[in-house]
C-alpha cells in the first residue's frame, strides 16, 4: 500500500514552523550572546570596582605594615559587599594571611595552607594566585592564580585590588570570588531571560501559524478533496467553508451589487465559489446529456417499432394486399423521420464550423416558400396552418446574402421546433422585417410557449425548455440554429409571442 504524501497543511505548517524556528534559533544566539557578553563584563567590572573601593577603605583602617587591622568598621563595609555582589569577600595582609573572610569554598579550604597550628591561624594565599601585578582586575577564575584553588573555576569570577602601594613590594590586597553560574532558579531565569523570551516567542508564533495555516490551507485541502471526488465521478459533491457549511457559488447574474461584493472576497474564496458553479455546471449537462440519450432512445425506438410493426404485419397477413401503398408511405415517412432524428443526433458544431461557408444572394420570399412546401406532410398530419405574413415594403425581390443550405437548416430546425409544440389544428405562422442592412425571419406559434426562466438557455446544447410538452426532439435543433446564425455573423433571439402567445424565434439574414 502506498503511502500517502503530506497534506497541505501538514507541509505549510512544517515549512513556516522551520523557517521561523532558523530565524528565532539564529535570534536567539545572537542577542544571546551579546546580553550574555554585555552582562559577563558587567559584573566583572562590577566586581572589579567594589574591590577597589574595598582596598581603599581597607588601607585607612590598617596600620603602616598592612598587616592587621586598627578599626572595626570595616567589616561593616565588607558585609554590605558581600550582600551586594554575592560574593565571597577575602582581605589579604602584607604577610599574605588572609586575616578576614566572608567565606571560603569548601573545596578550597584543604588547598590553603595555615600561617600557624593554633586554631586561629589564617589562612595563607598561595604565591601563584596573589596580586603581583599590583593592578585591579576581575578575570574568570581559570585566567588567574586561582586555578587549582577554587573547584570548576571556569565558572568563578575573581576580582582583586591591592591594599596601597610600596614599589614592587606586595602590601595586601581585597580578593572577591563570585560563582558567574546561577546557583538558584531566579539566577538561571535572569542568565537566560533572552533565550527564554526567543522560545516563549517562537511557541506563542508556532501557535498562530498553526491557526493561520488552518485557516489558509483548510479550503485549499477541502478544494483537493471535493476534486478528486468529481474526478471518481460524484458530480454532487460541493466545497463546503465555515462553520455552516455554506456552499458558495457565483451569482446566476452578474448585477452590480453581487459582483462587487464577489470581487471584495479573497482570492481562494472567489476560487471555491467559481469551482463549485463550475461543478454544478459540469453536473446539469450530465443531467443534460442523460436525460437527452432517455430522450433520444425513445425517439429512435418509436420508428424503429413502428417501422418493424407494420412490416411484420405486411408479411403475415395482418394488413391487406390493398392497402400495401397507405403503409409504405407512414414506413417512409418514420425512415425519414428516423434518418432527420440520426443526422441531428450526430451534428455538432465542430463539424459544422469545419465547412465553408458558400454565400450566395437569393430570394428571401422565394426561399421561404420553398421551405414551406416540405412541411406539408407534418402539417397534414398535425393539421396545423401555417400562415406567411412577409414584408411587402421593399420593391421587386427581398434580396438577401448567405449560404442557402445552412440557413435552410435554420429555418427547418426552426419551424419544425413551432409545429412540434403547436397544439393540433394550431397555428405556426413565418413573417419577415426588411430592416437597412438586415432582414428579420420571425417563427411564432401558437403552443405552450417557453416559461421566463428557460429563455436564456433554449439554444444550449441538449436543452429541453418544457419537459411536459412530448418526448420529442433531441434538444439539438435550436443549438444547431444559433451555431450556424453565428458562423453568418447575424443574431438568433428567442421569446413569445404576443399574438398567438406561443413561442417566438427570431433570426436575422444579412442584405447584400
Same mark, same amino acid.
Given at each position: 500500500m502506498k503511502r500517502r504524501g503530506l497534506s497541505i497543511y501538514a507541509r505549510t505548517l512544517l515549512n513556516i514552523s522551520a523557517a521561523i524556528f532558523a530565524v528565532f534559533l539564529i535570534l536567539a544566539l545572537v542577542y544571546g550572546?551579546? @546580553?550574555?557578553?554585555?552582562t559577563s563584563n558587567q559584573r566583572q567590572e562590577e566586581l572589579r570596582r567594589y574591590a577597589q573601593e574595598l582596598a581603599i577603605l581597607t588601607e585607612r583602617r590598617m596600620d603602616v605594615a598592612h598587616t592587621t587591622f586598627?578599626? $572595626?568598621?570595616?567589616? $561593616?563595609?565588607?558585609? &554590605?559587599?558581600?550582600?551586594?555582589t554575592g560574593a565571597?569577600?577575602?582581605?589579604?595582609n602584607s604577610e599574605n594571611e588572609i586575616i578576614y573572610n566572608t567565606g571560603i569554598p569548601s573545596d578550597t579550604i584543604g588547598k590553603l595552607e595555615r600561617s600557624g597550628d593554633g586554631v586561629r591561624a589564617d589562612f595563607i594565599l598561595p604565591e601563584v594566585a596573589r596580586n603581583t601585578g599590583h593592578v585591579a582586575y576581575c578575570h574568570r577564575g581559570s585566567q588567574t592564580g586561582f586555578y587549582h584553588l577554587l573547584p570548576n573555576p571556569t565558572i568563578w569570577l575573581v576580582a582583586s585590588a =591591592?591594599?596601597?602601594? !610600596?614599589?614592587?613590594? @606586595?602590601?595586601?590586597?581585597? /580578593?572577591?570570588?563570585? !560563582?558567574?553560574? =546561577?546557583?538558584?532558579?531566579?539566577?538561571?531565569?535572569?542568565?537566560?531571560?533572552?533565550?527564554?523570551? &526567543?522560545?516563549?516567542? #517562537? /511557541?506563542?508564533?508556532?501557535?498562530? /501559524?498553526?491557526?493561520?495555516? !488552518?485557516?489558509?490551507?483548510? =479550503?485549499i485541502s477541502v478544494l483537493a478533496k471535493t476534486a478528486d471526488s468529481v474526478y471518481r465521478g460524484d458530480l454532487t459533491a460541493r466545497v463546503q467553508l465555515g462553520k455552516d457549511r455554506k456552499t458558495l457559488t457565483l451569482p446566476?447574474?452578474?448585477?452590480?451589487r453581487s459582483a462587487e461584493s464577489v470581487m471584495r472576497e479573497d482570492d481562494l474564496t472567489r476560487l471555491v465559489r467559481t469551482f463549485n458553479t463550475l461543478i454544478a455546471k459540469f453536473e446539469m449537462r450530465e443531467n443534460e446529456h442523460r436525460e437527452f440519450l432517455g430522450n433520444v432512445s425513445h425517439d429512435l425506438r418509436t420508428p424503429v417499432t413502428s417501422i418493424s410493426g407494420f412490416i411484420e404485419g405486411m408479411r403475415d397477413g395482418t394488413i391487406s394486399q390493398d392497402k400495401f401503398e397507405y403503409y409504405l408511405d407512414i414506413i417512409k415517412a418514420e425512415a425519414d423521420r428516423l434518418e432527420e432524428l440520426i443526422n441531428t443526433l450526430f451534428e455538432q458544431t465542430d463539424q459544422m464550423e469545419s465547412q465553408e461557408l458558400k454565400q450566395t444572394v437569393f430570394n428571401l420570399h422565394e426561399w421561404i416558400n420553398r421551405v414551406q412546401i416540405s412541411f406539408e406532410p407534418m402539417l397534414?398530419?398535425?393539421?396545423?396552418h401555417l400562415l406567411l405574413n412577409l414584408d411587402k415594403s421593399v420593391k421587386g425581390e427581398l434580396k438577401t446574402i448567405g449560404d442557402v443550405g445552412q440557413l435552410t437548416r435554420v429555418l427547418n430546425n426552426v419551424v419544425s421546433n413551432a409545429i412540434r409544440f403547436a397544439p393540433r389544428g394550431g397555428l405556426v405562422t413565418i413573417s419577415t422585417k426588411a430592416e437597412e442592412r438586415y432582414v428579420c425571419v420571425i417563427v411564432e406559434d401558437n403552443g405552450p410557449?417557453?416559461?421566463? !426562466?428557460?429563455? =436564456? @438557455?433554449? &439554444?444550449?446544447?441538449? #436543452?429541453?425548455?418544457d419537459k411536459s410538452r412530448g418526448q420529442e426532439g433531441s434538444g439539438l435543433g435550436l443549438y444547431i440554429a444559433r451555431a450556424l446564425i453565428n458562423r453568418h455573423g447575424q443574431t438568433i433571439e428567442a421569446g413569445s409571442s404576443l399574438e398567438l402567445g406561443g413561442a417566438k424565434i427570431t433570426f436575422t439574414i444579412a442584405r447584400p
Open positions: 550572546t551579546v @546580553y550574555n557578553v554585555s586598627v578599626t $572595626g568598621d570595616i567589616t $561593616g563595609y565588607i558585609s &554590605f559587599a558581600t550582600r551586594s565571597y569577600v577575602w582581605v589579604v =591591592p591594599i596601597g602601594t !610600596r614599589g614592587d613590594l @606586595y602590601t595586601g590586597e581585597v /580578593i572577591l570570588l563570585r !560563582r558567574h553560574s =546561577p546557583d538558584t532558579f531566579s539566577a538561571w531565569l535572569v542568565d537566560n531571560n533572552v533565550h527564554i523570551s &526567543f522560545a516563549l516567542a #517562537y /511557541i506563542v508564533s508556532l501557535a498562530i /501559524i498553526i491557526w493561520l495555516s !488552518r485557516n489558509i490551507t483548510n =479550503p446566476d447574474h452578474d448585477s452590480d397534414r398530419e398535425k393539421k396545423i410557449g417557453i416559461g421566463e !426562466r428557460d429563455i =436564456p @438557455y433554449v &439554444f444550449d446544447r441538449f #436543452y429541453k425548455a
